[in-house]
C-alpha cells in the first residue's frame, strides 16, 4: 500500500521569502503526485499533480514541485510567498490507474509572517 | 468548470438522529465519488468510494450501517450519519472524479456538531 509523509508540522515564512514544503511517498511502482491547499474550514484545492513526463511540474498560485524518482519526493516550492499562502497543504500519492484512491500525507501548516 | 458542492455547510444535531449530507458535480458527471472525514488539524482519511449505481465500498473500519451512502445518479451522492453520537462530530469531505485524469474535485466540506 502507498504511504505519503509530510516531515514538516508546521513551518513559519516571512512573506517575500522562499518556500519548500516536503514530502516523501512510498509506493511500488510510478506513483500519481498531488499537492493541494486546504484554507481554514474549506475544502481542497488542486495545486498541482505529476503523473508522468516533465518532473518538474508548475501548478496554480505560483507554486512549483519536482518529482524526483531516486529520493522518492515530490517536494512543493514557492519562490515568494504571499500572505494568503497561508494555509494547511497536503501531498498525496495515488495507487494505480483505475483505482484513483488516494492517500493524504499529514498535512504542513504554513504560517507567513510579516 | 468541475465545482463540487456540499449541503449542508454546517449542521448541529442531536445525539441519537440521523443527519443527510448532500454531495454534487454541478458541471461534470462524477462516476466515482468519495467520502473523506477530517478530525481538527489532521489530514483525510477515506471512508468509502462510490460508483454510480453500486454498492459503496468501504474503508477498514468504517461502519457501513453507521455510515450509509447512496450515488444515484451521475451528479449526486450523499451520506447519512444514522443514530450520530458526539463521536461523529467532524468535519466531512466528499469529492468527484468522472472527467478522467484521475483527478479529484473537492467539495468545501461539511462541520457536523452531535450534541
Known amino acids: 500500500a502507498q504511504s505519503v509523509t509530510q516531515p514538516d508540522i508546521h513551518i513559519t515564512v516571512s512573506e517575500g521569502a522562499s518556500l519548500e514544503l516536503r514530502c516523501n511517498y512510498s509506493?511500488?511502482?510510478?506513483?500519481?503526485l498531488f499537492w493541494y491547499v486546504q484554507s481554514p474550514g474549506q475544502g481542497l484545492q488542486l495545486l498541482l499533480k505529476?503523473?508522468?513526463?516533465?518532473?518538474l511540474v508548475q501548478g496554480i498560485k505560483g507554486f512549483e514541485a519536482e518529482f524526483k524518482r531516486s529520493q522518492s519526493s515530490f517536494n512543493l516550492r514557492k519562490p515568494s510567498v504571499h500572505w494568503s499562502d497561508a494555509a494547511e497543504y497536503f501531498c498525496?500519492?495515488?495507487?494505480?490507474?483505475?483505482?484513483?484512491?488516494?492517500?493524504f500525507g499529514t498535512g504542513t501548516r504554513l504560517t507567513i509572517i510579516p | 468548470g468541475a465545482v463540487v458542492s456540499q449541503h449542508p455547510s454546517w449542521v448541529i444535531c442531536k445525539s441519537g438522529t440521523s443527519v443527510k449530507i448532500e454531495c454534487r458535480s454541478l458541471?461534470?458527471?462524477?462516476?466515482?465519488m468519495f467520502w473523506y472525514r477530517q478530525f481538527p488539524k489532521q489530514s483525510l482519511m477515506l471512508m468509502a468510494t462510490?460508483?454510480?449505481?453500486?454498492?459503496?465500498?468501504?474503508e477498514q473500519g468504517v461502519e457501513k450501517d453507521k455510515f450509509l451512502i447512496n450515488h444515484a445518479s451521475l451528479t449526486l451522492s450523499t451520506l447519512t450519519v444514522t443514530s450520530a453520537h458526539p463521536e461523529d462530530s467532524s468535519f466531512y469531505i466528499c469529492?468527484?472524479?468522472?472527467?478522467?485524469?484521475?483527478?479529484?474535485?473537492f467539495g468545501p466540506g461539511t462541520r457536523l456538531t452531535v450534541t
Open positions: 509506493y511500488g511502482a510510478t506513483p500519481y
Open positions: 462510490s460508483n454510480e449505481g453500486s454498492k459503496a465500498t468501504y
Open positions: 498525496a500519492v495515488g495507487a494505480e490507474f483505475g483505482n484513483e484512491k488516494l492517500t
Open positions: 458541471d461534470f458527471q462524477a462516476t466515482t
Open positions: 505529476y503523473f508522468s513526463g516533465d518532473t
Open positions: 469529492s468527484a472524479s468522472g472527467l478522467g485524469g484521475y483527478e479529484q474535485y
